[in-house]
């Protein structure tokens, strides 16, 4: 016996959402205001209808959901100059109900590794809150891409972690419904039947390395030529960091005029030269190669020392947005199957 | 042609006339990306096919590439017309560099820059591989085509336009990072003591942001389009940069690439300049 909901009750459901003022988010294609002709992704966003959701489980959403939690731009408090005075404005709290609805997998189970940073020795409270505010229904991928790789990280495209909800298609119009929260079952409290029938499980990418390898790479191999050889190519840009669901790096900046101005929190990423330099003009990571050395060792020895998880999830969005096809996945897959006989050479 | 390409490069590796040759190679699926061959044996890595985006230029200039020694490069027509560029602003010694010209078939390498597409193949280059049957002369109507097209909106609606598309920027420069006329050690949007351009990805820093990367290419972009094909949020920076190349070849008769002896309209003295904006 299963739950099971059509995709008809579930529009609803969005359409009564988005009517009580709701921000409902999903994959939708993003179409250019006055059409060019330019190929537009498609990306989560903000829906003003239930129709423009796209959840057939098809979609690979150029961007993930960690902006709707760690925006790209966060006021933290505003600043005027009253005589000699400074007079501090706080930000307003985040307050908006958020329902995610067609999330992939892999997006979701990134929000509670990211939760250990965000609560680690401070309590982030607008991450938090947004945490609260949020309800989350993903849909198990039915196809995956030569860039996905959740098998390899210890996950699945029925990974139901960080979901409240996962959704699996029996067809076209229903799919099967598996609560994971308590918070899901609210969510779609009355809109579900239960029917004597369950979704077959989708086919899931092949593994392209071993966890096992890679580690013992990572912990043997700091000045191994592979980090050179494999990552010249990269440009130093943060378009896998902006689209990874786990990145989190931030930079502190004010803005403003000699009236007051506001202190802001930015995305920043670690492929960027200007992340290390110092006012010195020394940079601890001078070339590609090791700022690339230091993004692995984050995602799959430092972060998981710290908190017991791979910052990554297998998404593939770090390759799929990388301008030269790198990302994580090349390098990882070339440095796992790198031959062991090196591994203390310089 | 393939072939062509890897005995050319064979050749030029074992003869030492060149320590590296700046290619493409085959990813998974089919996909290309830039690869690096420093070894007579690999030059079975490079492939030449339509799914060769990249402007390769953009290492020519980049500090982890001039380490590996005297290169060759391997580019399309409309990526060297970049090389022109970068000779003309001291960036490249083209003495020091063997250019293979790639020859595109009539599709090219199937990207919107294509349908306008007048020259498939590179004029310059030291050794050119395959040629381009059916070349079509194409107008300057046909290489402002799109921009024509958004023009004829209203001045509101291109705003509009604008805010909804520059919304979607993050700010995570791969537009500035694959451009191969981008190669400012520092640049202006990065500096920050004090900042001159917000960091923020908001409307009024994007909006900074692009503005800025279109004028500081204005006269030099040479439209290899990859600024737009690599953004992440889809989008059409080429309008932007038609704009600012139409401005130059209106008012300065000038082109950005296509002529070796022409001097760099932002680099270079006239009497004759048009200099009614500064009165
Ligand atoms: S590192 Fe890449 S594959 Fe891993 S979570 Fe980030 S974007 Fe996804
Ligand atoms: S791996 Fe790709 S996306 Fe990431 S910094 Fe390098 S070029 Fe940019
Ligand atoms: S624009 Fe022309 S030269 Fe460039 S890739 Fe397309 S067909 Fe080839
Ligand atoms: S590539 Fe796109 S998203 Fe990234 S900075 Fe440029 S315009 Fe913005
Ligand atoms: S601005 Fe864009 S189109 Fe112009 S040269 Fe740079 S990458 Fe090419």
Known sequence: MSETITRGALLQRVSVWIGGGKSVIGPRQVKPANGSGQEVPVQYGRVASAEELLLSGDTRPANSLKEFFFPRHEKLYGYQFKGRQIELTDTEQPSTEQIIVGGRPCDAAALPVLDHLFNWDYRDETFNRRRELTTIVTIACRSFDSHCFCTSVGSSPVDARGSDVLLLAVDAERYEVRFVTEKGRRLLNGATTTANENATEPAAPPKRFEMEQLKEFLAGGYERPEWKTTTLRCLGCGACAYTCPTCHCFDIVDEGNAAGGLRARNWDACQFGLFTLHASGHNPRHNQAERQRQRIHHKFQIYPDKFGETLCTGCGNCTRNCPVGLGVLSVVEAIAAAPRENQSQK | ?279
């Open chain 2, 1 to 279: 042609m393939q072939n062509e390409l890897r005995q050319t490069c064979r050749r030029l590796l074992e003869e030492g006339t060149v320590q590296v040759v700046i290619g493409y190679g085959d990813g998974t699926d089919g996909q290309t990306f830039p690869t690096f061959v420093t070894r007579r044996d690999d030059v079975e890595r490079l492939v030449w096919n339509e799914r060769c985006y990249t402007n390769l230029a953009t290492y020519l200039t980049r500090p982890e590439i001039l380490a590996l020694g005297k290169a060759a490069i391997c580019v399309k027509a409309c990526d060297e017309r970049a090389l022109v560029v970068l000779e003309k602003e001291s960036q490249i010694d083209r003495s020091q560099l063997v250019v293979i010209g790639l020859a595109c078939s009539t599709d090219g390498v199937k990207q919107p820059k294509c349908e306008a597409c007048e020259n498939r193949t590179p004029r310059w280059a030291n050794v050119t591989i395959g040629d381009a049957a059916g070349e079509t002369a194409k107008t300057t109507a046909d290489r402002y085509a799109a921009l024509q097209a958004f023009m004829q909106k209203t001045p509101d609606e291109r705003m509009a336009y604008w805010k909804t598309e520059l919304a979607r920027c993050v700010k995570c420069y791969a537009c500035r990072q694959v451009c191969p006329l981008c190669y400012c050690r520092q640049c202006i949007a990065d500096k920050n003591r004090p900042v001159v351009i917000s960091t923020s990805a908001t409307l009024k820093g994007s909006f900074a942001w692009q503005i800025t990367r279109a004028f500081h290419l204005g006269g030099r972009c040479i439209g290899c389009d990859e600024c737009t094909r690599v953004c992440p949020a889809g989008i059409d920076l080429r309008l932007l940069n038609l704009s600012l190349a139409r401005a130059a070849e209106e008012n300065f008769n000038f082109r950005a690439g296509v002529d070796v002896e022409a001097e760099p309209i932002v680099g270079a003295y006239s009497e004759r300049d048009r200099e009614e904006f500064i009165r």
